[in-house]
């Protein structure tokens, strides 16, 4: 009698999946046509794609790049493709990048801000990776004086003195805390306004007249182009996010009389536009200074930006302080932490992580706002794209300057938001 087995005794030999189930074919079904509804969009998207690159991209590709006039542009498309052809004519841009990055400045002394973005990048480089050597911070704190000085020349003891001040500030604090540490505090406050005010000028000057070192001075006039938005962008995003954590600390202080002041700042600059802040640094702020004062036009945009900008910046961090738990703050007065102590080491670095997607998003807000010193008639680089198209030479070309401005602001932008995943992802603590 012969005995049938039900069970197998051998293992199956591996085989191949199928190939609907591997490689590309698997990705379009799980991410393209998972749905009906998710192929039809998928169709959707491609003709809308595919419509966009059959207009757009023979446009591009018939580009001109060589040429000193609109007129030239288009005689090399109709001997090159023929007669009635289309295509872009970025030789504007070839003729007219130095224009549109550093405005009026001298052609000359295009090292000067050349050199400032180069120190730039230095002194930003402690700040933004931990790995750079601490001892660069000093520069980092220097740096402010040093890009004023190369950017506006003049004196080099001007912004020497302006540094002094912080010395002098500190120096106050030192005499007078041990007496009391409120009026240290408040010595630390006003000995460099004063020191600012009416010593720091007398100070550089004779300085300057015993040692002379000294670059060609300009004014606002000859700034302009990216150079114009880089300054007032950086500037605003430095000095606004150290304003807007003092802010956001005095919103939420016990004391009546700061947490009044506060309020009312950040309230009063948030209701009101940046265009009419722009105008009163303009036009009203010189019917507040004593007669004969003379402060510069981009000065008094870089304290109004900042302003503005800190007063949005303490409400994304005060954001962050209501989120901490209770506990944080209980803990840090279980070590018998003092209040700036609890701030520095435990609250402030939660809640700074915390928005991190907040204030990069306002630091681009920011410097994509610096356009609208066009208003007060500074020369941002949409207004020098607006010039350069009134000229009878340039005159018809409009997308591709404009087009040129949009890549250096997406520049700029995306690598502010690369940063902040990148900061993201450092100070990630959780294994999600």
Not at 169 to 181: E, M, V
Request: hydrophobic fraction near 55%; glycine fraction near 8%; proline fraction near 5%.
């Amino acid at each position: 009698m012969t005995s049938q087995s039900y069970v197998r005794t051998e293992m199956v030999a591996a085989q191949k999946p199928p190939g609907v189930q591997t490689g590309i074919v698997l990705w379009m079904r799980e991410k393209l046509f998972s749905s009906w509804l998710n192929a039809a969009l998928t169709l959707v998207a491609v003709y809308a794609v595919y419509s966009i690159l059959a207009t757009v991209g023979p446009w591009f590709y018939r580009s001109v790049w060589t040429g000193s006039s609109l007129t030239e542009c288009r005689a090399t498309l109709a001997a090159t493709y023929g007669e009635g052809v289309s295509g872009a004519c970025f030789a504007v841009i070839r003729e007219r990048w130095q224009q549109i990055l550093f405005g009026f400045y001298p052609r000359e002394l295009y090292w000067r801000p050349t050199l400032t973005l180069v120190l730039m990048l230095v002194a930003l480089w402690p700040v933004l990776f931990s790995s750079a050597p601490r001892g660069v911070l000093w520069f980092s704190a220097a740096f402010p004086a040093v890009a004023f000085w190369l950017l506006w020349g003049g004196t080099v003891w001007l912004p020497v003195m302006i540094l002094l001040g912080f010395a002098v500030g500190y120096l106050a604090y030192r005499l007078i805390s041990p007496l009391n540490g409120l009026l240290g505090a408040i010595a630390a406050i006003l000995a460099p306004i004063f020191w600012w005010l009416f010593l720091c000028g007398p100070a550089a000057e004779l300085v300057q007249s015993v040692i002379s070192i000294e670059l060609r001075q300009l004014k606002s006039a000859d700034f302009g182009g990216f150079l114009l938005s880089t300054v007032i962008g950086i500037s605003g995003i430095v000095f606004s996010l150290p304003i807007g954590v003092l802010l956001a600390l005095g919103r939420q202080s016990d004391l009546l009389i700061v947490r009044t002041v506060c309020v009312a700042f950040i309230e009063g600059f948030r209701g009101v536009p940046l265009i009419t802040l722009l105008f009163v640094a303009s036009l009203l702020l010189n019917y507040f200074l004593p007669p004969g004062t003379e402060f510069d036009v981009i000065l008094r945009v870089i304290i109004m930006v900042t302003l503005f900008s800190a007063a949005y910046m303490a409400e994304v961090i005060r954001g962050g302080l209501a989120a901490l738990p209770r506990g944080q703050y209980e803990a840090a007065d279980a070590l018998g932490l003092d209040y700036w102590k609890a701030q520095r080491l435990i609250i402030m670095p939660q809640a700074l992580k915390i928005t991190i997607p907040g204030i990069v998003g306002q630091f681009i807000g920011l410097f994509k706002d610096t356009t609208l010193v066009s208003f007060i008639s500074l020369q941002d680089p949409l207004q020098l794209v607006s010039s350069i198209r009134a000229n009878t030479q340039w005159n018809g070309v409009y997308w591709e300057p404009f087009l040129f401005v949009g890549f250096l602001f997406f520049i700029f932008c995306f690598s502010m938001s690369r940063y902040s995943m990148y900061l993201e992802n450092k100070l990630k603590t959780d294994h999600r």
